[in-house]
């Protein structure tokens, strides 16, 4: 997209705007379960896209995270 065309998303640790060019992108997975611990239970899993800024993503950890899964692969 050409300048300032990108659309802004909150990062979610402290509240500030970001382009979404510039917003470090997490999934976290996120477990929803009724907790009965029997033959009931039901649990559903997804994975929802989280956005940080630069600044929140270095002191997260979110960058070594992803260099740990680059080299993995």
């Known amino acids: 997209m050409g300048r300032g065309k990108t659309t802004l998303v909150r990062c979610n640790a402290c509240g500030r705007s970001v382009p979404r060019a510039k917003a470090v992108v997490d999934y976290r997975p996120i477990v929803y379960t009724t907790d009965l611990r029997t033959a009931d239970d039901l ?8 956005y940080y800024c630069v600044s929140c993503g270095k002191s997260l950890g979110v960058y070594e995270r992803k260099k740990k899964q680059q080299r993995r692969y």
Do not use: L, T
């Open 43 to 50: 649990r559903y899993m997804e994975k929802r896209k989280v």
